[in-house]
């Protein structure tokens, strides 16, 4: 199947602990993103990257680092994890910016 | 500033007309979208307009936009209960980024 996927679907675990989540787009699309929901639903975008180069970082605590090996992957880490952090992460991926596909989404439940 | 405004919640029946509106403040925005999030599950992109249209129109889809009011609305005719979710809109002010409206949760009662 052509889509955005990511991995894990589901991440618990504890204050103070450092965990990754990994997105890949089979789209052959040029931009990648990272969204984050909170429990409101509020969607925000956290990150974004043209062919491997940061675009947009939205003012986001360093402790979350983007990590885009290829154009096909956009990976977030996120270093000392708080309670606050507690919250969906979704990547998206755009071939010109215009139209965006969402992956289904990491929900990260920091204990 | 980046604010994206709409209702809470909507309740219709089954076979009736939803109405979802939005109302956003970057009138540089070059297109508007409507995204449908179903529960646990990530978000569809249903429709989007360009800002120099006013109407565009999917099958059971309308979308309607007042650029002097900044106003879009999502029209779904016929509404079926597989389309209770949480509907997004957002704009797009010029950048890649998408600025999401707070989504309005559907609930469509038989």
């Known amino acids: 199947d052509t889509a955005v996927s990511q991995t894990p679907k589901y991440l618990v675990t504890q204050m103070g602990n450092d965990k990754s989540i990994k997105c890949e787009q089979n789209?052959?699309?040029?931009?990648m993103y990272w969204y984050k929901q909170d429990s409101k639903k509020f969607l925000k975008i956290m990150f974004s990257y043209n062919n491997k180069e940061l675009i947009i970082n939205e003012t986001v605590p360093n402790r979350f680092s983007p990590k885009s090996p290829d154009k096909a992957h956009l990976n977030l880490h996120i270093n000392s994890l708080e309670l606050g952090d507690s919250a969906v992460y979704f990547c998206?991926?755009?071939?010109?910016?215009?139209?965006?596909?969402f992956g289904p989404g990491t929900r990260l439940t920091v204990t | 500033g980046e604010d994206v405004e709409q209702s809470l919640f909507l309740s219709v029946r089954e076979g009736d007309s939803s109405v979802i509106n939005c109302t956003y403040t970057?009138?540089?925005?070059?297109?508007l979208y409507w995204y449908k999030q179903e529960p646990g599950a990530g978000l569809q992109l249903l429709t989007y307009i360009f800002s120099n249209m006013d109407m565009k129109q999917d099958q059971r889809l309308t979308v309607l936009l007042n650029k002097k009011d900044k106003h879009l609305s999502l029209r779904i005719a016929d509404t079926q209960t597989g389309d209770s979710a949480i509907y997004f809109c957002a704009e797009a002010p010029g950048t890649d980024k998408l600025i999401f409206g707070t989504g309005t949760r559907l609930q469509v009662f038989p």
């Open positions: 789209l052959g699309h040029d931009t």
């Open positions: 998206a991926s755009s071939p010109q910016g215009v139209e965006q596909y």
């Open positions: 970057d009138s540089s925005s070059t297109y």
